[in-house]
């Protein structure tokens, strides 16, 4: 996230370019956009929230690969919206706010008006039902250790006592996410000037806000100031979630508990593809794995959204050909609720039909695919291992079915 301080400038000079090139975000919420007219970024949706009366000042908008189930413009407050204040996007477990604060400074009306705005904001982000991420350009500190010259503050707009005891009532509910991982001072988020830039005498206004269930699934949060001469330097944060359906992982996870996508990609890389290819034989149970397996251009389409990628995917016709006369189990990570559309979507580009197929009903492979061995396949075709052939692209859980006494393999070594 960042507050660009007009966004026509940010992208004229090449920084927002620079940012993405550099940190290759995945969602960039950014404040101060001062224009309705915001460019588009290639491989990102734009949602722009440009204020509707004084259009060269506030207004935010967000870039996204991550297709969000709803977006939400304001939160039905006529003044604080007319300023497009803040961005609500709905993800499978969890709600992102943008938002940009009134600064307050300059008199007592403005300074109540900003006190105004968070109180409204408060109430509007508390109704949540999911777990919230809250982003942006807050202009308050947070305490005395998020400012180079604390006791200039005093008494002034961004550290007045009203706004401490705000910060002190949300961090008993929320994360500061910066906090979590950075406790020591002189980590500042805003300069006035280059030259308080280069003395490092600064105040940290913005922040990431989590709700703490979503503790676990944070591996960092980090400020970039060397993206910027002064004002707002970008703030990063690195949560686990899925790509595909913006759902939120615990870090150790392997696959998306949500759309059942691997969350990484890299094991498949050093895979080494055997020259001599081997024959199958038709007595042999086929286990067939769905992605990285059946699926011919899943890396391709990793960033799509769900839907988006299932109409995009290819199946690996040679690998199907291969095995059309055996009987075929279809046993993925992939979440049952999808199973109907990816069944039907095989069978229409293939004209192929697994003879059964089993799904995740929430948990982490191998584990589901041990589960779904050991209390459905075996029980029903039988415990001579001999007789089946696991095709599988996750090392992971061809070890799983070799414990079993599985032959198991990566479909490199058939086509």
């Known amino acids: 996230m960042k507050n660009v301080n007009g966004i026509k400038s940010t992208y004229k000079?090449?920084?927002?370019?620079?940012?993405i090139e550099k940190e290759n975000?995945?969602?960039?919420?950014?404040?101060?956009?001062?224009?309705?007219?915001?460019?588009?970024?290639?491989?990102?949706?734009?949602?722009?929230?440009?204020?509707?009366?004084?259009?060269?000042?506030?207004?935010?908008?967000?870039?996204?690969?991550?297709e969000p189930l709803s977006v939400v413009k304001g939160f039905d407050d006529e003044e604080f919206d007319a300023e497009g204040r803040v961005i609500k996007f709905e993800f499978e477990s969890f709600n992102l706010y943008n938002v940009y604060s009134p600064s307050g400074a300059g008199s007592k009306d403005k300074l109540n008006r900003k006190y105004r705005f968070y109180d409204e904001f408060t109430k509007y982000?508390?109704?949540?039902?999911?777990?919230?991420?809250?982003?942006?350009?807050?202009?308050?500190?947070?305490?005395?250790?998020?400012?180079?010259?604390?006791?200039?503050?005093?008494?002034?707009?961004?550290f007045m006592p009203e706004e401490q005891e705000w910060f002190k009532e949300i961090l008993t509910e929320y994360i500061d996410a910066f906090r979590q991982f950075h406790s020591e001072g002189d980590n500042y988020t805003w300069w006035k000037s280059k030259e308080l830039k280069a003395e490092n005498?600064?105040?940290?206004?913005?922040?990431?806000?989590?709700?703490?269930?979503?503790?676990?699934?944070?591996?960092?949060?980090?400020?970039?100031?060397?993206?910027?001469?002064?004002?707002?330097?970008?703030?990063?944060?690195d949560i686990s979630y899925c790509q595909v359906c913006g759902s939120l992982n615990k870090s150790a996870n392997e696959f998306c508990d949500q759309c059942g996508i691997k969350l990484s990609i890299e094991d498949d890389e050093d895979e080494i593809v055997s020259e001599n290819k081997l024959e199958i034989a038709?007595?042999?149970?086929?286990?067939?794995?769905?992605?990285?397996?059946?699926?011919?251009?899943?890396?391709?389409?990793?960033?799509?959204?769900?839907?988006?990628?299932?109409?995009?995917q290819k199946y690996e016709l040679d690998l199907i050909e291969l095995i059309k006369d055996n009987y075929v189990i279809l046993i993925t990570a992939s979440p049952y609720k999808r199973s109907h559309k990816i069944l039907r979507d095989i069978k229409e580009k293939?004209?192929?039909?697994?003879?059964?197929?089993?799904?995740?009903?929430?948990?982490?492979?191998?584990?589901?695919?041990?589960?779904?061995?050991?209390?459905?396949v075996i029980p029903q075709h039988g415990d001579d291992v001999e007789k089946y052939l696991a095709i599988e692209s996750n090392p992971n859980t061809r070890r799983m079915y070799k414990k079993l006494g599985i032959e198991a393999r990566p479909k490199s070594d058939f086509i």
């Open 282 to 312: 038709k007595d042999k149970i086929i286990l067939l794995d769905l992605n990285y397996t059946l699926i011919a251009n899943s890396k391709e389409i990793f960033n799509y959204p769900l839907e988006k990628k299932i109409k995009s």
């Open 201 to 237: 005498k600064g105040i940290r206004l913005d922040y990431f806000l989590v709700s703490k269930t979503l503790g676990n699934k944070l591996n960092d949060c980090y400020i970039l100031p060397a993206q910027v001469e002064y004002d707002h330097a970008p703030l990063v944060l």
């Open 25 to 66: 975000p995945d969602i960039l919420c950014i404040q101060e956009i001062k224009t309705k007219e915001v460019p588009n970024l290639d491989g990102y949706a734009l949602y722009s929230y440009p204020a509707s009366k004084s259009t060269n000042f506030y207004g935010t908008a967000i870039y996204t690969k991550i």
């Open 125 to 158: 982000f508390k109704k949540s039902k999911k777990p919230v991420v809250i982003c942006g350009d807050f202009n308050r500190m947070a305490a005395e250790i998020d400012s180079k010259r604390p006791e200039l503050m005093k008494n002034k707009s961004g």
């Open 350 to 376: 293939t004209g192929f039909e697994p003879d059964e197929s089993y799904w995740n009903f929430g948990g982490q492979p191998p584990q589901v695919k041990k589960y779904w061995m050991e209390n459905e």
């Open 13 to 19: 000079n090449g920084n927002l370019e620079n940012l």
